[in-house]
Structures are given as structure tokens and as C-alpha cells.
């Protein structure tokens, strides 16, 4: 992602009407709290998941530049990953952003910008 930040900046040398750069991806899931939901149909483990996943998701807070860091033991099940008839990353100076299409709606999954100091924080916790 910062790479493509880089490279928005070298194509800006050369075009400085370039504002953004979109990424598009024909093959990607996305993660959907509400799928598989707990339910007395559902296997013990999975209601308990479903009832700690939601436990989890309300105890998440939402940043001034409405980005949400999860906890270190944030894990997202299988059966909680939804297919997507295509996205978008949208490449700009300051971060970036993401754009999906559920699969079998019309509806458009979007994200707040995700800062670039946010991105350039999270590589160097990687590396720590």
C-alpha cells in the first residue's frame, strides 16, 4: 500500500492533474460480522464465537479519522469471510481506501481513508 503511495507521487512528477490511482481485484472476500450469525440452529462453538465476535466488535473504538484498530487476539472465522464480485483500492497522497461489491447485490461496501501514517505505523510494528 505505501508502495502504491510512492508510485502515485512519481506519476504525479509527471501529470499533476493525477489525483487518485484505483486498484481493481475480480477475486476478493471481505469480512462480514453479520453472516453466520448464533443461532439455535448453530453449533455450540459457533454461537459462542458469534457472541464474542459481537462482544469484541462493541467494545471497538472508532478514531478521529474513523480507523479501528482490533486487538492482538482478533481473528476472523471462515465462515465469516463473504465473496465480493469485485473491489477497488483507492490510492491517494494521504492513505488509502477501499471500495467492495457484495456479491448478489447492488449495494457498495466502502471505508473511511486508512491514513498513511496509520499504514507506515502498523509496517513498523511488523517489523519490531
Not at 469484541?56 to 476472523?76: G, H, I, K, Q
Not at 473491489?87 to 471505508?111: C, E, N
Amino acid at each position: 500500500m505505501l508502495w502504491r503511495i510512492g508510485v502515485l507521487s512519481e506519476q504525479k512528477v509527471l501529470d499533476p492533474a493525477v489525483c487518485e490511482t484505483y486498484y481493481w481485484d475480480s477475486s476478493p472476500q471481505y469480512f462480514n460480522p453479520w453472516i453466520d450469525r448464533a443461532s439455535e440452529s448453530q453449533p455450540r462453538e459457533v454461537q459462542a464465537k458469534c457472541i464474542e465476535l459481537d462482544d469484541t466488535l462493541a467494545d471497538l473504538e472508532v478514531d478521529t479519522c474513523e480507523v479501528v484498530t482490533a486487538p492482538d487476539n482478533f481473528r476472523v472465522s471462515d465462515s465469516q469471510i463473504a465473496a465480493v464480485e469485485c473491489s477497488q483500492m483507492i490510492v491517494r497522497d494521504g492513505g488509502i481506501a477501499f471500495t467492495a461489491i457484495p456479491k448478489h447485490t447492488g449495494i457498495y461496501l466502502t471505508t473511511a481513508e486508512i491514513p498513511k501514517q496509520v499504514l507506515e505505523s502498523g509496517l513498523t510494528t511488523a517489523t519490531a
